[in-house]
């Protein structure tokens, strides 16, 4: 299954109110995984990743790297393991919330979770499981004069470090800086909408993908818009409202160029971020579970992969796995209450197999 099957099949708008299962938060390798064992037991799942993609760090920061541990693959890239975690969990269904950061969890009158996201959505469950990684991927901020007058300031203005809706950039005088594959394929998708895009990037060299430089060069060439070498040292404008960003060029000669947005795309550094103020009890940034069923001090909240801490623990992909499977288990007894639970093979469980298609 390639990236357009995990758009289509699972994306929720931002806002509204929701009722699953489990809420998961983080889409990385081991919150992808979580829904499998999950679903195995009846349980629904709803993920929020401030990424606008599933898989965490082997999407994000290696994603063409080989794997050599994975039980059963020899070798396999970090997108590649991705892929293949979002065809399993096909069956499933999940619900995935991509571009939210997971901000506010409280307990209900009733004894559920609800957690918020930033964008405003709500999601009630019995039972979260914590799969947050290193904590969430944000954004590195360049040093730019003036850059947090222009932040916050509403869709298609000012500062933005992510495009979440590319519509309100209709029309806009748009400067993108940087030379990885989020600046070029924001150039190459807003082009085709914005009165005109500008491209800023210190040499004429890219990280991004050769067919992308090679797109945005003849976009350049056809005059559709322009690349310039240099950089973006300061913002003008007044009561907040971007007016122009000024570029100093390799010889140090400084200009001025008209802009409504200013997207600069200088990779992602990963913080823990609101997952501390989740109250949970934190060991360095942690969260301390025990071995049995990968559950935090607090009962119904779970930690599953990099983000839990317990002895021996080993920051893998396989550990992972393993973890999520216990973890199930006790969900289950949260989330069916009533139900007693039957160990059972996949092999051999045409229930399971049911649930999996494949019967
Ligand atoms: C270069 C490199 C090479 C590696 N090689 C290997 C290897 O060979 N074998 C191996 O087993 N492991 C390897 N690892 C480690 C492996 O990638 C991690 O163990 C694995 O990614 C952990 O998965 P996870 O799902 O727990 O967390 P992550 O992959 O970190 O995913 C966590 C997700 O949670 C999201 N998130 C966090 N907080 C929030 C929030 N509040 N709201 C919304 N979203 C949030 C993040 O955006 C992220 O997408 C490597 C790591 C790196 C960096």
């Not at 991004?208 to 690349?227: G, W």
């Not at 990968?294 to 973890?323: C, M, Q, R, W």
Request: net charge negative.
């Amino acid at each position: 299954m390639n990236e357009m099957n995990f758009r289509t099949f699972a994306s929720a708008e931002a806002g509204g109110t929701h009722s699953t299962d489990v809420i998961v938060v983080g889409a990385g390798p081991i919150g992808l995984f979580a829904v499998f064992e999950l679903g195995l037991l009846d349980m629904k799942a709803h993920l929020v990743d401030i990424l606008d993609r599933p898989g965490g760090q082997c999407a994000e920061l290696y994603p063409e790297k080989p794997i050599y541990d994975i039980p059963g693959y020899p070798i396999i890239s970090g997108q590649e393991l991705c892929d293949r975690l979002i065809e399993q969990i096909a069956p499933f269904h999940p619900t995935f919330h991509f571009n939210e950061m997971a901000s506010a969890l409280v307990k209900t009158p009733d004894g559920k979770w609800r957690l918020t996201t930033d964008q405003g959505t709500v999601i009630e469950a019995p039972v979260v499981v914590i799969a947050a990684g290193g904590g969430s991927f944000q954004p590195k901020k360049p040093r730019v004069a003036g850059l947090e007058l222009f932040e916050d300031k509403g869709p298609g203005l000012g500062v933005h470090y992510a495009v979440r809706k590319m519509e309100p950039f209709r029309g806009k005088r748009i400067v993108i800086s940087g030379g990885g594959d989020s600046a070029l394929d924001w150039v190459l998708n807003l082009q085709p909408l914005a009165d005109h895009v500008t491209l800023i990037h210190r040499r004429d060299g890219f990280r991004a993908a050769p067919h992308s430089v090679a797109q945005m060069k003849a976009l350049v060439e056809a005059r559709k818009m322009d690349f310039l070498l240099g950089q973006v040292m300061e913002l003008k404008g007044e009561n907040g409202v971007l007016d122009s960003v000024v570029l100093e060029d390799n010889d140090g000669v400084r200009s001025s160029l008209p802009a409504d947005a200013f997207l600069p795309f200088f990779g992602l550094t990963m913080k823990l971020g609101p997952v501390a103020e989740f109250g949970l009890n934190l060991h360095e940034n942690l969260i301390p579970v025990d071995t049995e069923k990968f559950e935090s001090s607090t009962p119904g909240i779970f930690a599953v992969g990099d983000i839990n801490h317990y002895p021996g623990k080993l920051k893998l992909i396989l550990s992972g796995f393993h973890e999520v499977a216990l973890m199930a288990q006790q969900a289950f007894r949260y989330v069916y209450p009533e139900r007693r639970l039957h160990f059972q093979y996949t092999t051999s469980s045409s229930d399971l197999q049911e649930k999996l298609g494949v019967k």
